[in-house]
């Protein structure tokens, strides 16, 4: 199959590792990272544009590297080609190889900060300590005189005692071992942000098999939402995470 591939610049080493080794014929291209973080329309906006950008019947399925993000996916619609992506509600699935181990290993480590190569060289700053900070979020990040001028002292004091609170429940990086990395240096810059910060550090060996499985199929349906032309995603609030909705109009 000729694919071609959408994909968070996150995933830009792994990825790259598994076109390499693909049985299929693999064009890829990069977004740039931390689209979640400007909202989920405008995310959709630039995913769309990206996915209308395709050449018409060129391929035979285009891939996201993206998972629900935000809702970052909710509305996107398979022009002329389909669209496959993985049912995964962020990138962490992709690079713990299933949601399932996600969200088990999520649920015994709250307060949990993840690394992985993407983040470390990709991310800006503090990689996803700053992509994840609620400030950032809620673009609340600048010191507190600007906030007293944006939003008045009492206002400002209530934002910053808030911030530290919901920082506070942060306590542990672990740092995703993919088994691409080049040497040390990524795990040893994680481990040197969690000690800076006096939090636990912990090392998790990743697993390739959903970046595998999207760029050589075929697509099981429970680990892959395949979206004909014409169709839109929509959000599975259920085990699914993403679904078909809605045809467009006058679609096929």
Not at 23 to 49: S, Y
Not at 154 to 179: K, W
Not at 185 to 211: M, N, P, Q, T, Y
Request: charged share 25%.
């Amino acid at each position: 199959m000729r694919l071609k591939l959408i994909s968070c610049e996150i995933f830009y080493r792994e990825f790259c590792a598994a076109v390499a080794q693909s049985i299929n014929m693999v064009d890829v291209e990069f977004l740039t990272k931390g689209l979640h973080d400007i909202g989920a329309p405008d995310m959709l906006a630039r995913l769309q544009a990206a996915v209308d950008r395709v050449e018409s019947s060129r391929y035979d399925a285009v891939l996201l590297g993206y998972g629900l993000c935000n809702n970052g996916v909710v509305g996107l619609t398979a022009r002329h080609t389909q669209l496959v992506i993985p049912r995964a509600h962020d990138c962490i699935t992709l690079f713990l190889g299933s949601k399932e181990r996600y969200l088990d290993y999520f649920d015994g480590h709250p307060g949990v900060f993840f690394e992985t190569t993407g983040w470390l060289e990709r991310g800006d700053g503090d990689g996803e300590l700053s992509q994840l900070a609620v400030g950032k979020k809620l673009g609340i990040t600048a010191g507190f005189d600007e906030l007293v001028a944006r939003y008045g002292e009492d206002n400002a004091r209530y934002l910053q005692e808030e911030l530290a609170r919901l920082d506070s429940h942060y306590r542990q990086i672990t740092f995703i071992e993919m088994g691409i990395e080049p040497d040390s240096s990524f795990e040893r810059r994680a481990r040197e942000r969690a000690e800076s910060r006096g939090w636990i550090f912990e090392k998790l060996r990743g697993d390739l098999g959903v970046i595998l499985r999207l760029v050589d199929g075929p697509w099981d349906k429970s680990e892959f939402l395949v979206v004909p032309p014409g169709q839109t995603v929509a959000a599975d609030y259920d085990s699914g995470i993403i679904r078909l909705g809605r045809a467009e109009k006058g679609a096929l």
